[in-house]
């Protein structure tokens, strides 16, 4: 049984930071790409970025070089360091993985979910 869980979301103010972690068990952790995703009120899930088994990383224009994902295959855990957060990046955030080494932008085509974490970013 996959599983994916995540935690460290929370509310912070504008500028602020925020880290999130992801455990994920049930499939071949180190040789699978992990994700994550958010999804905005009353808006589509979208992707923010990913990290593939050999740990080359890729994200969304809006959160380069703001973000950083990461991964440590000895703990099966993945991280999104998020820094200078605006309100734009209030969101569910979902840790996502799929039986593919590299990741994708496409959210159709990450497969395994968390339960998301939600982050609120205030004025």
């Known amino acids: 049984q996959v599983q994916l869980v995540e935690s460290g979301g929370g509310l912070v103010q504008t500028g602020g930071s925020l880290r999130l972690s992801c455990v994920v068990s049930g499939v071949s952790f180190s040789s699978n790409a992990i994700g994550w995703i958010r999804q905005a009120p009353g808006k589509e899930r979208e992707f923010v970025a990913a990290?593939?088994?050999?740990?080359?990383?890729s994200y969304a224009d809006s959160v380069r070089g703001r973000f950083t994902i990461s991964r440590d295959n000895d703990k099966n855990t993945v991280y999104l360091q998020m820094n200078t957060l605006t309100p734009e990046d209030t969101a569910v955030y979902y840790c996502?993985?799929?039986?593919?080494?590299?990741?994708?932008?496409?959210?159709?085509?990450?497969?395994?979910w968390g339960q998301g974490t939600q982050v609120t970013v205030s004025l």
């Open positions: 990290v593939n088994w050999s740990g080359t990383t």
């Open positions: 996502s993985t799929r039986d593919h080494p590299y990741g994708s932008k496409s959210v159709a085509d990450w497969r395994y």
